[in-house]
């Protein structure tokens, strides 16, 4: 069945390791992995090189990946690549639909590369995204499950000016 809207890809909630392709054996970051899907985490760490670390605590994460070709430099083309097809709608369209599908309330993050640095609006939910390239990891922690870090040049909450 091909998908016609946006309420047809099936983003669901998946473990959160799973969902970012982090595994006990995995040294670096698959760059052609294309998972997507949701999260609810106990915490999770945004780093940026020239600022102090930011931990969220009880956060949803949004797996997202960002299309090849991106035609509009005021949005962020997504790619849903699927069994059957590949899918590309804007993440403003996206967003809002995404949203309504994960718990209200909590802090949401876009694991999601933006290439284009572009500034999204604010959105009905407390929403931070990066500037550039994201990467996940889990931080050793002493006896107990490890800490999940996602990393960027830079990270903003939509709706804050540039």
Same mark, same amino acid.
């Given at each position: 069945?091909? @998908?016609?809207?946006?309420?047809?890809?099936? !983003?669901?909630?998946?473990?959160?390791?799973?969902?970012?392709?982090? #595994?006990?054996?995995?040294?670096?970051?698959?760059?052609?992995?294309?998972? !997507? &899907?949701?999260?609810?985490?106990?915490?999770?760490?945004?780093?940026?090189?020239?600022?102090?670390?930011?931990? =969220?605590? +009880?956060?949803? @994460?949004?797996?997202? +990946? %960002?299309?090849?070709?991106?035609?509009? $430099?005021?949005?962020?083309?997504?790619? !849903?690549?699927?069994?059957?097809? %590949?899918?590309?709608?804007?993440? %403003?369209? !996206?967003?809002? +639909?995404? =949203?309504?599908?994960? $718990?209200? #309330?909590?802090?949401?993050?876009?694991?999601?590369?933006?290439?284009?640095?572009? /500034?999204? $609006?604010?959105? %009905?939910?407390?929403? +931070?995204?990066?500037? &550039?390239?994201?990467? /996940?990891?889990?931080?050793?922690?002493?006896?107990?499950? &490890?800490?999940?870090?996602? /990393?960027?040049?830079?990270?903003?909450?939509?709706?804050?000016?540039?």
């Amino acid at each position: 069945m091909a @998908i016609t809207t946006i309420a047809e890809i099936p !983003f669901e909630q998946r473990e959160p390791l799973a969902l970012l392709a982090i #595994g006990p054996d995995r040294l670096d970051v698959d760059a052609d992995y294309a998972g !997507f &899907g949701w999260a609810v985490v106990d915490a999770v760490v945004l780093t940026a090189p020239d600022r102090p670390p930011v931990t =969220l605590d +009880h956060a949803v @994460i949004l797996a997202l +990946h %960002s299309a090849d070709v991106q035609p509009d $430099p005021a949005d962020i083309e997504l790619l !849903f690549e699927l069994p059957a097809q %590949s899918v590309q709608v804007p993440a %403003s369209r !996206f967003l809002p +639909h995404a =949203l309504t599908l994960i $718990p209200p #309330g909590l802090p949401v993050v876009l694991a999601l590369c933006n290439p284009g640095r572009v /500034s999204l $609006p604010p959105l %009905s939910a407390d929403v +931070h995204y990066a500037l &550039g390239d994201v990467t /996940s990891w889990l931080d050793p922690d002493a006896g107990g499950p &490890g800490t999940l870090r996602l /990393s960027a040049r830079r990270w903003r909450r939509c709706g804050d000016l540039p």
